[in-house]
């Protein structure tokens, strides 16, 4: 176990649904990171926040959003879902610049 | 804009034998850090060094070390007395600049394969 958590594990949407990935950061951790690996790619940055302030915003789609609640715990918002967003979703967290981050388990999205 | 760049796309290793990554990165920056991270195949991502750019000394953990060129942007992993356990993909990754922040470029990646 990481200390970083994510759910679900995997999901299994239609196209054109909408779904919430979840993330608790490891304890202590101020900073929460998105990340999305396509199959057999890198990983790609998707959004930062730390202490519930968005802090850098990467290759993000306008139908993707994000937030950071009062406790650290943190949100991925997915809508209008297409085959082509069918990937693993990273949750990372880190305590300061440079520490190296500790990523969650991810989950596994896959729009049918 | 960073970026990194690996350009091995697989290589494979006899059991017990080394074996070098290659990573080379762009930047501007002058202060930063360089990661490599494991992806075995539950897909799990797990750090596996880390070097900060000031330091000149080169990282070690264990069976694992790199070889850091600064001026180069050269950032190789070389992996000594190779295990099964070893067989996974690997990323390169920079972040820690004053431009790129906490978050990190990761590489396209390295499929290493150990051979029994």
């Known amino acids: 176990d990481s200390g970083v958590t994510q759910t679900p594990k995997h999901l299994i949407t239609a196209t054109g649904q909408r779904v919430t990935l979840r993330c608790s950061p490891r304890?202590?951790?101020?900073?929460v990171y998105w990340y999305q690996q396509s199959l057999d790619q890198g990983l790609q940055f998707l959004i930062q926040?730390?202490?519930?302030?968005?802090?850098a915003k990467g290759n993000i789609l306008e139908r993707f959003s994000a937030q950071q609640f009062p406790d650290l715990h943190s949100e991925l918002n997915l809508s209008s879902l297409e085959l082509g967003d069918s990937a693993l979703y990273f949750c990372?967290?880190?305590?300061?610049?440079?520490?190296?981050?500790?990523f969650g388990s991810g989950t596994r999205l896959t729009v049918v | 804009a960073q970026t990194v760049t690996q350009s091995q796309p697989e290589m494979s290793v006899q059991e017990a034998e080394t074996v070098t990554l290659s990573c080379t990165y762009d930047t501007s920056e002058s202060n930063y850090y360089l990661f490599w991270y494991k992806q075995p195949p539950s897909r799990q991502m797990i750090l596996v060094i880390r070097q900060e750019a000031y330091k000149q000394q080169n990282a070690t953990e264990n069976r694992f070390s790199v070889n850091f060129q600064k001026a180069a942007k050269s950032f190789s992993l070389k992996i000594s007395d190779s295990q099964l356990g070893d067989t996974a993909m690997y990323f390169c990754?920079?972040?820690?600049?004053?431009?790129?922040?906490?978050?990190?470029?990761f590489g396209e990646g390295t499929q290493l394969t150990v051979n029994p």
């Open positions: 990754a920079f972040g820690g600049g004053v431009t790129s922040g906490s978050r990190l470029t």
């Open positions: 304890s202590g951790d101020l900073s």
């Open positions: 926040y730390y202490n519930g302030e968005e802090r």
């Open positions: 990372a967290s880190s305590m300061r610049v440079g520490g190296g981050y500790t």
